[in-house]
């Protein structure tokens, strides 16, 4: 099996689609993946981290937003990241505009439904990111 691909969620503490990203790269790297698909703690690369820099820089990666700000996505590219795909919880929300997460603690029903769905996203690409490594 070759390098696993890094999925790399934003650090959205306290806000509801932060937890969302987080728990959808946790899903994928714990329990869909696990092997295939690993994370890296988002702040190590704003802290200029060099060994998470180095690690980005030669793998490739899934950055996971929740919102228009995407820290992930731009954090990573600013340290040299390969950007294989990018994922925007916002993005999910739209076309699932009945679902409304609104807990910050915890993921509420709509919140765990999103999770999966994204997850579920990853998950392909990891898999579509992984056939055209062998």
């Known amino acids: 099996m070759g390098k696993p ?5 934003c650090s959205g503490i306290g806000k509801p689609f932060g937890s969302i990203a987080r728990d ?3 899903r994928v790297c714990d329990d869909l993946r696990p092997g295939t698909a690993d994370t890296l703690c988002l702040s190590l690369i704003v802290m200029g981290d060099e ?4 690690k980005v ?3 490739r990666c899934i950055t996971v937003d929740g919102c228009p700000l995407a820290c992930s996505h731009n954090n990573v590219a600013r340290s040299g990241g390969n950007i294989a795909a990018e ?3 916002m993005d999910l929300l739209r076309e699932n505009r009945g679902l ?12 765990e439904k999103l999770s999966k ?10 898999d579509e990111l992984s056939e055209g490594s062998r």
């Open 5 to 9: 691909v890094l999925v790399i969620p």
């Open 87 to 89: 994922f925007r919880v």
């Open 51 to 54: 060994e998470a820099r180095e």
């Open 24 to 26: 959808a790269t946790f």
């Open 57 to 59: 820089a030669s793998s």
């Open 117 to 126: 769905m994204l997850g579920d996203r990853i998950a392909a690409k990891v």
């Open 100 to 111: 409304r997460p609104r807990a910050v603690t915890f993921l509420d029903e709509d919140g």
